[in-house]
């Protein structure tokens, strides 16, 4: 028998489908799936079925000091128990055995930790093979060609492994005890996330410190046979051109002059042309930027890309490399997009240019090409609109590599009115070039008429705009993980999951990041007592050091030794500084969660989480001052900078992953909600004049007598509110009413509730007929309900087959799961979408 190994089971799937020629069938052994024809098998592993980790006795926090995890022993334990029984029960009968994972550092260590667990049961020959894309052409070509397992390669993957677990390991458990933060709100640290921390804290410095500077613009219009142009104001300044006028009264001066005429007398025309050169082929860093320019995360398109690869559809998304390898043929490649959909005309577009040359960047390796489609064209239909974006970015990406460079006619206009001098800089798109083919680059023209030395031009609406220098702006997560790779942190295959592990943490927030107090405070400390914990320098040298080790220069025991020896040097640093730490760190804690001084004793108020794990406002005084706020029951509060006057708070906002809201001030909503009078509109339903329900019946049966309950619209103090009984809380029957907007109670009755009908927002453009209570609850359950996987935001039939490959096949099996073991087994799927369906579920 023959067993082939992939990395998850998606791939293993479609390799199956592809070598049985779609003979292959599915069985389930150990709840894991084996594809099966012939005399072949194929199993998928999960990622990582072994995990590096500390021996038992290291595992209690109290009782181990974090500094003996430095020369702790370093083990390798199965984290995935039935898929690890699987492969070794199937190579046990296996005649020889092919890994088959992905092909770069991280799927080498993966094959490697195969091949161990293999040769735990059998002696039976092992070879390795290596494709880029998962399309037929290429995997039969693998599979005929098979190669041997690059234990280099997969040892520098594994160096990673043990010196990101020691690392993050002993600095998390120093910090989080330091700072007495223990449980699941511990202090992270990591190698490559610190340092990649500090570059987002860095940046917000600068902005803090960001001291604005006033300037003035002078603009007027110029018009030459009824058509009109912008001109700007500018003079010579020591020999270069300034157009930011930085004296308030020079600008004055200037536009008063000019404001003084009704005319320009052109002095200057000059016209040139400019190629614009088309971009060079997608490594993964511009990949991750020009899909973040279309509004997606870097985690969120890598996952996107990971599926497309696996489907066939484009090839592997992990490269540095931005030169296609010469056995590419991009005329063929072209050929298959001719008549497909919308691609087809720009492909034959393509096919009749003299000449088909394609662009190089400046790196070029030999491991993956770049990214690009494979000719394998997927139906629309079968895509999600996401996954079709962004696979049409990558077809149309490729395009643009083998188009014609576009040609732009400039033209500079200098003219003089009131002895200023004013210029305007028209654009003109004479030949698109690839342009046509990829709409992602600005194409965007700027008029201005042609005009000759000495021509008179009519000038009118001249103004003034005072403007300010503004601070730098925030990193973009592409720009991040650009300015990541420029400083050595991380890999093509990590980074985008660091600034994942960020936003987990609680360290950065908002799109594009920003550290909270928690992200200054760590930062701040490792800076003051070991900025090693924070240093880009160290981090680089030690993934230069893994370069090594894969290139064979180097072996993983010394980098790991290495690695153990400056960690030694940063607890150093530290031990006298444990008590310090600490205090700076948890006042740090204290502040992301302070919303304001307590009217009642002055001390702090809190956010704060029960033991039934809602969230309240609390005074810090407590047990002296018992003075509390609700919050909404929906959501994870966060403090915002916005603040109340009148109550000298902070506004609250409710992270509920799509259903996030502002609460507002905590104070406000409280006194809302004293401030208002129940409104009654009908009976209760369950207690109300007439109403006998089962629970209300005596032993014979006989109707017990009515509570005379009534309905009312009420406003909490947490500022919900709700339709609920007057009886409250011998009665808690209660309905649910949208947050925002007036209420009217009209005069239309429901006949079966004999209630009146709502209407939300009367007076608006759009209001809402919300109609009675009773009724638009039913419907809203019966339309929300969740009754399997698919009902939930997001899941589709083909992420809910995967959920089910990887044992998650019920809603209560999605209810027990941990987030970050599924987000390792199921491609395409994150921790933080896995807790906001398990929210969902909770709601």
């Given at each position: 028998?023959?067993?082939?190994i ?5 791939a293993?799937r ?9 003979s292959a069938?599915?069985q389930?052994r150990?709840?894991v799936n084996v594809y ?6 194929v199993v998928?592993?999960s990622?990582?079925?072994v ?5 038992a006795?290291?595992?209690?926090w109290r009782d181990v000091?974090?500094v003996?995890?430095i020369?702790?022993d370093?083990t ?5 128990e039935n898929?690890v ?6 190579a046990e009968?296996?005649?020889e ?15 490697k ?6 040769r735990e ?6 070879d390795?093979?290596?494709?880029s894309?998962?399309t037929?052409r ?9 190669d041997?397992i690059?234990f280099?390669l997969?040892?520098?993957?594994e160096?990673r492994?043990?010196i990101?677990?020691v690392?993050g390991a002993?600095?998390t458990r120093?910090?989080?005890?330091s700072a007495?933060q223990l449980?699941d709100?511990?202090i992270s640290?990591?190698?490559v996330q610190s340092?990649t921390?500090?570059?987002?804290v860095?940046?917000e410095r600068?902005?803090?410190?960001f001291?604005p500077?006033?300037y003035?613009e002078i603009?007027?219009?110029?018009q030459?046979?009824g058509?009109g142009?912008?001109?700007q104001?500018f ?5 270069k051109?300034?157009?930011r006028?930085w004296?308030e009264?020079?600008?004055e001066a ?8 009704d ?10 042309t400019?190629?614009?050169s088309?971009?060079t082929?997608?490594n993964?860093t511009a990949?991750?930027?020009a899909a973040?320019?279309?509004?997606y995360?870097?985690q969120?398109a890598m996952s996107?890309?990971e599926?497309?690869y696996t ?5 592997y998304?992990?490269t540095d490399?931005?030169v296609y390898p010469e056995?590419l043929d991009e005329?063929e490649?072209l050929d ?6 919308s691609?087809?005309e720009d492909a ?11 662009t190089e960047g ?7 090409p770049?990214i690009h489609?494979?000719g394998?064209?997927p139906?629309k239909v ?6 079709w974006e962004?696979y049409?970015?990558v077809?149309?990406?490729?395009f643009a590599t083998?188009?014609?460079?576009a ?6 206009v200098?003219?003089e ?5 004013l210029k305007a800089?028209g654009k003109?798109?004479v030949?698109?070039g ?5 709409p992602?680059s600005?194409?965007?023209e700027n008029?201005v ?8 031009l009519s000038?009118s609406?001249?103004?003034m705009?005072?403007?300010?220098t ?5 990193y ?10 420029d400083r ?6 990590t980074?985008?999951n660091s ?9 950065i927030e ?14 701040e ?9 924070v240093?880009?320098?160290m981090?680089?040298q030690?993934e230069?050091?893994m370069?090594?080790i894969a290139n064979?220069?180097?072996t993983?025991?010394?980098v790991?030794?290495e690695?153990r020896?400056?960690?030694k040097?940063v ?5 006298d500084?444990?008590e310090?730490i600490?205090?700076?760190l ?7 969660k302070t919303l ?9 108020m809190?956010?704060?989480r029960s033991r039934q ?8 005084g407590?047990?002296n001052?018992?003075n509390t ?5 929906t959501?994870e509060p966060l ?5 109340c ?6 506004h609250v906002k ?17 006194e809302k909600a ?7 509109i009908?009976p ?5 004049a007439?109403?006998?329900?089962e629970e209300?019946?005596g032993e014979?049966g006989?109707?017990?007598e009515?509570?005379?309950g009534?309905?009312a619209i009420?406003h909490?103090?947490?500022?919900s509110?709700l339709?609920?009984?007057t009886?409250?809380?011998d009665c ?5 009413l949208?947050r925002?907007?007036?209420?009217e ?10 209630l ?6 009367p007076d608006?453009d ?6 009675c ?5 039913e419907?809203?359950?019966a339309?929300?309900?969740v009754e ?5 935001n997001?899941?589709g039939?083909?992420?809910a087959?995967k959920?089910?490959d990887a044992g998650?096949d ?11 073991v599924i987000a390792?087994?199921v491609q395409g799927?994150?921790?933080s979408q896995v807790r ?5 579920l909770e709601a």
């Amino acid at each position: 028998m023959r067993l082939i190994i992939t990395e998850k089971d998606n791939a293993a799937r479609r390799i199956a489908e592809i070598l049985s020629e779609g003979s292959a069938s599915a069985q389930r052994r150990n709840g894991v799936n084996v594809y099966r024809w012939g005399d072949t098998r194929v199993v998928g592993l999960s990622g990582h079925v072994v995990g590096v980790d500390f021996p038992a006795e290291y595992s209690d926090w109290r009782d181990v000091e974090p500094v003996e995890l430095i020369d702790a022993d370093v083990t390798k334990e199965p984290t995935q128990e039935n898929i690890v029984t699987t492969l070794q029960q199937l190579a046990e009968k296996a005649d020889e055995a092919t890994i088959a994972t992905d092909y770069d550092r991280e799927g080498e260590l993966i094959g490697k930790e195969a091949y161990e667990l293999i040769r735990e049961v059998t002696d039976a020959p092992v070879d390795r093979v290596r494709f880029s894309s998962i399309t037929e052409r290429e995997v039969r070509e693998a599979f005929a060609n098979p190669d041997d397992i690059d234990f280099d390669l997969a040892a520098a993957g594994e160096a990673r492994q043990i010196i990101d677990l020691v690392w993050g390991a002993a600095l998390t458990r120093f910090l989080s005890l330091s700072a007495r933060q223990l449980g699941d709100d511990f202090i992270s640290v990591g190698r490559v996330q610190s340092p990649t921390l500090k570059l987002i804290v860095d940046r917000e410095r600068e902005i803090q410190a960001f001291d604005p500077e006033d300037y003035w613009e002078i603009f007027a219009d110029l018009q030459k046979n009824g058509a009109g142009f912008e001109a700007q104001y500018f003079y010579d300044d020591d020999g270069k051109e300034a157009e930011r006028v930085w004296d308030e009264g020079d600008a004055e001066a200037a536009y008063a002059d000019l404001q003084g005429v009704d005319a320009a007398t052109v002095t200057s025309v000059r016209r040139r042309t400019r190629t614009d050169s088309p971009p060079t082929p997608f490594n993964t860093t511009a990949f991750i930027s020009a899909a973040g320019s279309l509004g997606y995360s870097a985690q969120r398109a890598m996952s996107i890309a990971e599926e497309l690869y696996t489907a066939g559809y484009m090839t592997y998304p992990r490269t540095d490399n931005t030169v296609y390898p010469e056995d590419l043929d991009e005329e063929e490649l072209l050929d298959e997009f001719v008549g497909a959909g919308s691609f087809g005309e720009d492909a034959e577009s393509l096919l009749e240019q003299d000449e088909i040359t394609a662009t190089e960047g400046d790196e070029e390796t030999t491991d993956h090409p770049p990214i690009h489609p494979t000719g394998e064209i997927p139906p629309k239909v079968d895509l999600s609109d996401d996954e079709w974006e962004i696979y049409e970015l990558v077809v149309r990406r490729f395009f643009a590599t083998v188009a014609e460079a576009a040609t732009w006619e400039h033209l500079r206009v200098v003219a003089e009115a009131g002895g200023r001098s004013l210029k305007a800089n028209g654009k003109r798109l004479v030949e698109p070039g690839y342009h046509e083919v990829y709409p992602y680059s600005s194409a965007s023209e700027n008029h201005v008429p042609d005009v000759e030395e000495g021509e008179e031009l009519s000038m009118s609406d001249v103004r003034m705009e005072a403007k300010q220098t503004q601070p730098p702006r925030r990193y973009g997560q592409s720009r991040l993980i650009q300015t990541m790779e420029d400083r050595g942190l991380g890999t093509k295959s990590t980074r985008h999951n660091s600034i994942e592990k960020l936003y987990d943490r609680g360290y950065i927030e908002g799109d594009p990041p920003r550290p909270t107090t928690l992200a200054m405070a760590v930062v701040e400390a490792a800076e003051e007592f070991a900025d090693h914990v924070v240093s880009d320098e160290m981090t680089a040298q030690l993934e230069a050091d893994m370069t090594a080790i894969a290139n064979g220069e180097e072996t993983l025991d010394t980098v790991a030794d290495e690695s153990r020896e400056m960690l030694k040097r940063v607890f150093e640093e530290l031990r006298d500084s444990r008590e310090e730490i600490g205090d700076h760190l948890q006042e740090s804690l204290k502040a992301d969660k302070t919303l304001g001084p307590c009217p009642e004793c002055g001390e702090d108020m809190l956010i704060r989480r029960s033991r039934q794990g809602s969230y309240f406002v609390g005074c810090d005084g407590f047990p002296n001052c018992r003075n509390t706020l609700p919050l909404p029951s929906t959501g994870e509060p966060l403090v915002l900078d916005e603040h109340c006057e009148d109550h000298d708070m902070h506004h609250v906002k409710m992270l509920a992953g799509r259903d996030t809201f502002v609460h507002g001030c905590p104070r406000c909503e409280a006194e809302k909600a004293e401030e208002s009078e129940d409104e009654v509109i009908g009976p209760c339903p369950e207690c109300g004049a007439g109403v006998a329900p089962e629970e209300q019946r005596g032993e014979g049966g006989e109707a017990a007598e009515a509570h005379d309950g009534e309905l009312a619209i009420k406003h909490l103090r947490s500022g919900s509110r709700l339709v609920g009984c007057t009886r409250y809380p011998d009665c808690d029957y209660s309905l649910p009413l949208p947050r925002n907007g007036d209420i009217e109670v009209t005069d239309e009755f429901c006949e079966e509730h004999d209630l009146p009908e709502l209407v939300v927002d009367p007076d608006s453009d759009d209001p809402w007929e919300l109609g009675c209570p009773i009724c638009n609850f039913e419907e809203y359950q019966a339309r929300t309900a969740v009754e399997d996987l698919e009902d939930l935001n997001g899941i589709g039939s083909a992420t809910a087959e995967k959920l089910e490959d990887a044992g998650v096949d019920s809603l209560d099996a999605l209810r027990e799961v941990d987030p970050d073991v599924i987000a390792t087994e199921v491609q395409g799927v994150s921790a933080s979408q896995v807790r906001e369906w398990q929210g969902e579920l909770e709601a």
